[in-house]
């Protein structure tokens, strides 16, 4: 099978988009095993607590350091997208966290409102703080660049994978 020139990309947008579609299925499953009923016990608090904990998490966790000058355009690119995608799984994982710990929590408290608050608020944090769209690959390209490198992220993720992780 051939590799395009916009694999690598679409290949991430894709992955993301079945990821966060996921936590909306995981909802219709909720709802139709679970109740909607108000309680108030540690399956809903814990996940609250968890939400809040990564609204703020989530930004911190993709942090990027700017590439030093003076790299080899090769190895900035490498190290720009391996640094954009490592971030961004980190992200995934942070913004997957409450939907997870709500669905436990949703069973504990056999209510379905646990997940439907924490679910709404991962897939909130996932299509907007984690999905590669192309203002955050730009954000993060500016980041990357902020110091004098040249990390071509966005080329570097619209051509196909090199062969080699180094």
Known sequence: MAVTGTDQLQSLRRMMRNVGISLVLFAVVVALVLPLRWTGGPGLYLPLALSVIS?????????????????????????????????????????????????????????????????????????GAVYPSDARIARAERKLDSEGGHSELRATLASPPSPTLS
């Open 55 to 127: 609204i703020g998490a989530v930004p911190l966790l993709g942090r990027l350091k700017p590439l030093p000058i003076g790299v080899s355009d090769a190895k900035a690119r490498n190290d720009a997208r391996n640094a954009f995608v490592v971030a961004m799984f980190r992200q995934m994982a942070g913004a997957q966290a409450p939907a997870l710990a709500a669905l436990a929590g949703s069973f504990v408290e056999e209510s379905m409102v646990p997940y439907l608050i924490c679910g709404a608020v991962s897939v909130i944090l996932f299509f």
